[in-house]
T-cell receptor, first 116, second 113 residues
Framework: GAVVSQHPSRVICKSGTSVKIECRSLDFQATTMFWYRQFPKQSLMLMATSNEGSKATYEQGVEKDKFLINHASLTLSTLTVTSAHPEDSSFYIC????????????FGPGTRLTVL | AQSVTQPDIHITVSEGASLELRCNYSYGATPYLFWYVQSPGQGLQLLLKYFSGDTLVQGIKGFEAEFKRSQSSFNLRKPSVHWSDAAEYFCAGSGGNNRKLIWGLGTSLAVNP
C-alpha cells in the first residue's frame, strides 16, 4: 500500500520547451502533495506544497510561473516546467501525504529531467 | 529554528557489521520523525517513523530507531548490514500543521564485502 507513481521517469528536452511531470497516488487519496528538487548528492529541496483544488504554495525562491503545479484530483498532481533551460536539469521527486496512515509522506520514484 | 542534523556525511561498514546512523533534531515540541532510504537514481522509501509512544521503533528491512528526548536524537540502527543496504539515508522531521518535512543532509552508506 501507499504507492506513488511518477511519469515519465526520465525526459530529455530542448531548451525553451515545456515538460509536464505527473504524480499519482495509486492506492490512497492525497489531499496534499509535495514537489521536491534534488541536486546530485544533496538532500531534497521542497519546491511547493500542492493541495487538491487550491493553488499551490511555493517555497521562497521558487518561481511559480516557471514551475506550474496543478492538483486537480485527490490522486493526481502535475508539475510543468515551462520554457525549460539547462539549469532546470535536475531530479524531481513528488510525494503524497497519506493522512490515513498518520501524516506520512510517500514518495514517487522521481523524474530525471535533462534540458539540452 | 527547526532543524534536522545528520552529522555523518559518509559511513563505510563491512557486511555483517552493525550500523548506527545518527540524527539530531531541534524543534520546539516533539516532532514527527522519519527515516527514509534512497537508492541511486530512485525515489525515497520510508523505513520507519516515530510519532509518539514507544521510543523504540521497528521498521522495514530489519532497521530500528530509538527516540531519545534527552539527547534530541533519533538514531537508526541495524544489527547486521547487508550489501544491499548501501544507499543514501535521510532523516526528516515535521511539526506543526503544514506537515512539511525538514530534512537532514543525508548519510551515504557504503558496505564492504
Amino acid at each position: 500500500g501507499a504507492v506513488v507513481s511518477q511519469h515519465p521517469s526520465r525526459v530529455i528536452c530542448k531548451s525553451g520547451t515545456s515538460v509536464k511531470i505527473e504524480c499519482r497516488s495509486l492506492d490512497f487519496q492525497a489531499t496534499t502533495m509535495f514537489w521536491y528538487r534534488q541536486f546530485p548528492k544533496q538532500s531534497l529541496m521542497l519546491m511547493a506544497t500542492s493541495n487538491e483544488g487550491s493553488k499551490a504554495t511555493y517555497e521562497q525562491g521558487v518561481e511559480k510561473d516557471k514551475f506550474l503545479i496543478n492538483h486537480a484530483s485527490l490522486t493526481l498532481s502535475t508539475l510543468t516546467v515551462t520554457s525549460a533551460h539547462p539549469e532546470d536539469s535536475s531530479f524531481y521527486i513528488c510525494s503524497a501525504d497519506d493522512r490515513g496512515r498518520g501524516d506520512t509522506q510517500y514518495f514517487g520514484p522521481g523524474t530525471r529531467l535533462t534540458v539540452l | 529554528a527547526q532543524s534536522v542534523t545528520q552529522p555523518d556525511i559518509h559511513i563505510t561498514v563491512s557486511e555483517g557489521a552493525s550500523l548506527e546512523l545518527r540524527c539530531n533534531y531541534s524543534y520546539g515540541a516533539t516532532p514527527y520523525l522519519f527515516w527514509y532510504v534512497q537508492s541511486p537514481g530512485q525515489g525515497l522509501q520510508l523505513l520507519l517513523k516515530y510519532f509518539s509512544g514507544d521510543t523504540l521503533v521497528q521498521g522495514i528491512k530489519g532497521f530500528e530507531a530509538e527516540f531519545k528526548r534527552s539527547q534530541s536524537s533519533f538514531n537508526l540502527r541495524k544489527p547486521s548490514v547487508h550489501w544491499s543496504d548501501a544507499a543514501e539515508y535521510f532523516c526528516a522531521g515535521s511539526g506543526g500543521n503544514n506537515r512539511k518535512l525538514i530534512w537532514g543532509l543525508g548519510t551515504s552508506l557504503a558496505v564492504n564485502p
